[in-house]
């Protein structure tokens, strides 16, 4: 009985001096592996959109070689180096794009491409950065004409009036951060950044706030946002739609969350296939660039860069017309309401609004 016992209370000990040793083989490993020069291996870049169909080239890099080509006249990846076989800017391109498609370890994607893993994540982090900076170019609200046709656009679906945005924020779930780490565990329990979005009826993301941990609310994003300052100063004329989680301002109109009538049952149901273009657009970024469906494993502040770059790829996409094909027209057309005047109210008063749209659109 003594012998088992002091099994027991040594046992811990034992395993903790074997966890050591194990640790301490390892980092020698390490060092013997980093002492040790290694052979130069100059390796065969081959260029894959030459060697492969438009097809396949979009089924890995998630735009077609034109589109490719195109978005590489608008980087600037050249780099001063006195190295010999630098890696040139198509396949740093085509690597950022793979990890961006797919969200694979830096090691797998360095392989399809025949490059090292740390000369592939230099490239993703690189070339993310510089794509992130052409949002000002390809993100952006509506206004003028835009403004009008994305108003036709939206009361095409279902008949809403006004509307030039739907929004609402989704979590991109990131690895743990090693700063703060219990502000980025959201309401479902894992690390993530809430992104907030706005898009038009064509899946094109029209704002995107990408700077806030997971643990924050919907609401207090929109609120210190400058898009909800732009609609304050009356920058941008007409309606944006959210969910229950807002607030109901003059210029962001939410669902009823208790309907007494018919009217009120049928404003529901028009904002909420209305909105569900936002939810629309979610699941295609997400579906397209694998990274944002999986988790990333960056730091946060490299996660947004992240983002940002995919939701300008996306919206470039559209453009260029890799995703979605403009000429299908999905929604049968409906009157024009889309040159409703809200009434005058206080700045504030959202609910006025909302209850003069139903009598307005909804009664009949």
Request: hydrophobic residues 35%; contains cysteine; charged residues 20%.
């Amino acid at each position: 009985m003594k012998s088992v016992r002091s099994q027991v209370r040594f046992g811990p000990c034992s395993t903790l001096s074997s966890t050591t040793t194990m640790a301490a083989h390892l980092r020698q490993t390490r060092q013997a592996r980093r002492n040790t020069r290694v052979p130069r291996v100059f390796r065969d870049r081959s260029n894959p959109l030459e060697d492969l169909d438009v097809e396949e080239v979009f089924d890995r890099y998630r735009f077609r070689p034109n589109t490719i080509i195109y978005l590489l006249g608008l980087l600037d990846l050249t780099r001063e180096t006195a190295r010999n076989c630098a890696i040139p800017p198509l396949l740093q391109l085509l690597v950022c794009l793979r990890f961006l498609a797919t969200g694979a370890m830096h090691l797998l994607v360095g392989d399809s491409l025949n490059i090292s893993r740390s000369t592939a994540g230099r490239c993703i982090r690189a070339v993310s950065l510089q794509i992130s900076k052409l949002s000002g170019r390809f993100i952006k609200f509506p206004v003028g004409g835009d403004a009008v046709r994305a108003k036709e656009a939206f009361g095409n679906i279902a008949g809403f009036p006004n509307v030039v945005g739907c929004i609402d924020g989704t979590f991109i779930r990131i690895q743990r951060p090693t700063t703060n780490e219990g502000d980025f565990v959201n309401r479902k329990g894992y690390h993530s950044l809430n992104v907030q979005m706005c898009c038009d009826a064509n899946f094109c993301i029209t704002s995107c706030n990408a700077s806030w941990p997971g643990s924050v609310h919907d609401s207090r994003i929109f609120r210190t946002s400058a898009l909800c300052r732009q609609f304050e100063n009356g920058q941008y004329k007409g309606f944006l739609l959210g969910d229950s989680g807002y607030p109901c301002r003059w210029f962001l109109l939410t669902p009823l969350l208790n309907p007494t009538n018919r009217a009120e049952e049928r404003y529901n149901g028009s904002l909420c296939r209305t909105r569900v273009l936002i939810e629309q657009t979610f699941g295609v970024l997400k579906r397209r660039f694998q990274c944002l469906h999986n988790e990333l494993r960056a730091t946060p502040r490299q996660a947004v860069t992240y983002v940002v770059a995919c939701v300008v790829l996306h919206n470039l996409g559209i453009e260029r017309g890799d995703i979605i094909n403009h000429d299908e027209n999905l929604m049968p057309p409906s009157s024009n309401v889309n040159n409703y005047v809200p009434p005058v109210t206080g700045p504030n008063d959202g609910a006025d609004v909302r209850r003069h749209i139903i009598q307005t659109f909804f009664s009949r």
